[in-house]
């Protein structure tokens, strides 16, 4: 392995795990061989350390706002307050600890997430350290959009693309299924319309997530058939789960934009309910194709103008909801 890599692939195709496998592999103070060949071995004081979720020598960075892990490891460099992006301090601190000796044996290993997100002062100052690599430091960069990445930081960086191929997608949904103990026209029916790899669906099917969904699906239809209201719905939402009905929303949009204006205008992929009824109900009163997409637009800006911290979300849900309602 290099001194830097980029791992790069949608959401949920599995990009953190495999850079948590790979940093605590860096860090292990015994690696296993032979027939383990390239396991950290799980008892060494680093792999402890590391399963204690607060590893001197692993360091991670992720934008500002950015919805924190379930699980932290390492040392989290934080930014200033506002921007939503990886800012120069981030960095800054960064390649102050690897200029330290390290504490633990010789390796000292950073991950950043989101890594399209530095702004160009991060950038530069990343660059310089790709540019001379201090010895015994890792840096495992992720991105899902890398041509956003400068193309001097990509050209140092050993590429790992992680994507998940067509055929092991079924057994992916299987895999789903049985985690979160769905069935498996249940996670085929989520799967249709998500753009988002297999572990972000699991994570939607996963218990809390699972009522969320069906609340989702309730809403979206009831708000179009008029069973629901737009500032009742509005209220609800902007109190709980509000980031999860827009991510929701964002993508059900995409797999109804695909079938209603997409090329050859095929609806082959609506195996989704709640998308097969919608298209049902847009068939008799289709929505002008500058109409649709200004309201795409909007939902996008919505699913921005949340994550910033002096917005009025509930009257932001609110223009979202009288929309689609209308549309
Ligand atoms: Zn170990």
């Given at each position: 392995m290099g001194h830097a890599l980029l791992l790069a692939g949608k959401r949920g195709t599995g990009k953190r795990l495999l850079a948590e496998a790979l940093a605590q592999l860096l860090l292990c103070q015994q690696p296993q061989s032979d027939s383990h060949r390239g396991v950290a071995c799980g008892d060494c004081p680093s792999c402890q350390l590391f399963r204690s979720g607060n590893h001197?020598?692993?360091?991670?960075?992720q934008p500002n706002g950015e919805?924190?892990?379930?699980?932290e490891v390492g040392r989290r460099l934080e930014g200033k307050d506002g921007e939503r992006q990886i800012q120069v301090d981030q960095i800054?601190?960064?390649l102050e600890r690897f200029a330290l000796v390290s504490r633990h044996g010789e390796t000292?290993?950073?991950?950043?997430?989101?890594?399209?997100?530095m702004n160009l002062s991060a950038a530069n100052a990343l660059l310089k350290t790709l540019e001379e690599p201090?010895?015994?430091?890792?840096?495992?960069?992720?991105?899902e959009a890398p041509s956003r990445l400068l193309s001097t930081i990509r050209?140092?960086?050993?590429?790992?693309?992680?994507?998940v191929s067509p055929q092991d997608e079924m057994a992916s949904l299987q895999w789903v299924a049985e985690c979160s103990g769905s069935t498996y026209e249940a996670v085929a029916s989520l799967a249709s319309f998500m753009v988002a790899g297999p572990l972000e669906i699991r994570n939607l099917m996963m218990s809390e997530r699972k009522s969320e969904f069906s609340a989702f699906e309730q809403t979206v239809l009831g708000l179009k058939n008029g069973r629901e209201d737009p500032v009742v719905a509005a209220?609800?939402?902007s109190r709980h789960s509000g980031s999860f009905f827009l991510h929701a929303f964002q993508l059900l949009l995409l797999a109804l934009t695909k079938s209603m204006y997409g090329r050859g205008g095929e609806s082959a992929s609506s195996s989704n309910t709640l998308e097969r009824s919608l298209l049902s109900l847009f068939n008799d009163n289709r929505p002008a194709t500058d109409q649709w997409f200004n309201f795409v637009d909007q939902s996008q800006k919505s699913g921005r103008l949340w994550q910033e911290h002096r917005v009025n979300r509930q009257l932001l849900l609110e223009e979202l909801?009288?929309?689609w309602h209308y549309l």
């Open positions: 001197p020598d692993l360091v991670w960075i919805d924190k892990p379930l699980l800054r601190q960064l000292k290993v950073a991950i950043i997430e989101r890594s399209e997100m201090t010895k015994g430091t890792y840096l495992i960069l992720m991105t050209s140092r960086c050993h590429y790992y693309p992680v994507t209220a609800v939402w909801l009288l929309s």
